[in-house]
């Protein structure tokens, strides 16, 4: 009896988790603003930071995140849940949002099946550049589609595959996780997500955020991989991406129409959806295998001495075997007793006034 409950229960499948309303991560004014220290002359707004002054060190102006979302227990229903809005809250990634449930954004992990309504912004409604930042800060680069991202200034304690796994402890809660790689004694790690918007989500998530050591990780976007393999499989990705993209957006019947003009012109026979067509079908070998077929033929078959082509009349226009169809076709026009029309049918076209002799093809004895 308690095998039967045991296979029972394991045949039930867990019911899938209902979203709540998302919580409110912070109070207002809980969240002190922090100014980064001086360390120049001029603030630059684009890089937001001081410029002008001597080589920033290692945390100069680099101060720890006050928050850090928690996706079990921050993520819930918002109002963007029933407006229609794809994008994603900021703050929530960074773990500050003061809304909760009354926010205009989602406060849920991107979905990367689904695609957004603009392909120039990133998945939190930021517009992306033509070009990336030097320092590979920012929103991003719309001309390229970046899913690795740049973790620095980690502080290692074992070896490279103890801090890969304390690597992926952190970054997998973001999203799904391609590959991981660590540069041992450099204190620097490679993020590689399966999407892109995973890697956005990722980068405000963990930014200014600490690993297990309390350091304070510099985390930007990886610049393009120069191993021409990864160069070759990238391209090929992308190239596979789009075409599953047209596909979908295409019209069945225009794909079906295309293959069938690419079977024809290539000889091949098309699989019949139709039970009744598959005898004929099979009755038919494809293409590949009637040119094996016909190789071996010749292989089998002796060599024979070349047949003679036959001599043609060089003084007319009509070979010698045109001659001979139509004196055949007017016998037998002959003797069916259609002799009348027969000049009709065999009169050979006017000749043509360029030097050639054509006066003897009027009659049927030529």
């Known amino acids: 009896m308690s095998s039967i409950t045991a296979e029972t229960q394991v045949s039930v499948p ?24 001086q360390t120049g002359k001029e603030y630059n707004i684009w890089y937001n930071k001081w410029a002008g002054g001597d080589r920033e060190d290692s945390y100069s102006n680099k101060t720890k995140s006050q928050t850090r979302c928690n996706i079990r227990k921050d993520a819930g229903l918002t109002r963007a849940n029933t407006t229609g809005m ?47 930042r030097d320092d590979m800060g920012g929103v991003g680069s719309f001309q390229r589609q970046n899913r690795t991202l740049y973790i620095g200034r980690i502080k290692e304690t074992g070896t490279g595959v103890e801090t890969e796994e304390v690597v992926r402890r952190h970054f997998k809660e ?4 391609e590959k991981i790689r660590v540069l041992q004694y450099r204190s620097v790690a490679f993020v590689t997500y399966v999407s892109e918007l995973s890697a956005q989500f990722a980068k405000e998530a963990m930014a200014c955020q600490s690993l297990d050591n309390d350091e304070i990780l510099n985390v930007r976007w990886a610049t393009e991989d120069p ?10 990705r992308l190239e596979e991406i789009g075409r ?36 004929d079908d099979e009755a038919r070998p494809s293409k590949r295998r009637r040119l094996q077929i016909e190789n071996e033929e010749r292989v089998q078959e002796p060599e024979s001495e070349p047949e003679p082509e036959p001599q043609r009349d060089s003084t007319g226009i009509l070979s010698a075997d045109t001659l001979e169809g139509l004196k055949y076709f007017a016998e037998i026009r002959r003797r069916n007793g259609l002799g009348s029309t027969l000049a009709k049918v065999v009169a050979p076209p006017q000749p043509v006034a360029f030097g050639l002799d054509l006066t003897g093809y009027g009659s049927d004895d030529d």
């Open 227 to 236: 191993n021409p393999t990864s160069k070759v499989a990238e391209k090929e």
């Open 244 to 279: 599953e993209a047209i596909q979908a957006r295409m019209d069945p019947r225009i794909v079906d129409a295309m293959r069938s003009i690419r079977a024809l012109e290539d000889g091949d026979v098309l699989d019949a959806e139709d039970g009744s067509q598959e005898d």
């Open 174 to 177: 973001w999203g799904e996780i």
């Open 14 to 37: 867990k019911k899938q988790k209902k979203l709540k309303p998302a919580r409110k991560q912070v109070k207002p004014g809980d969240v002190e603003k922090k100014e980064a220290p």
């Open 86 to 132: 794809r994008y994603c809250c900021l703050f929530f990634a960074r773990g500050c949002c003061p809304y909760g449930w009354e926010c205009e954004y989602l406060h849920t992990l991107p979905d990367p099946s689904t695609a957004l309504p603009d392909t120039s912004k990133d998945c939190f409604a930021r517009d992306k550049f033509s070009d990336y």
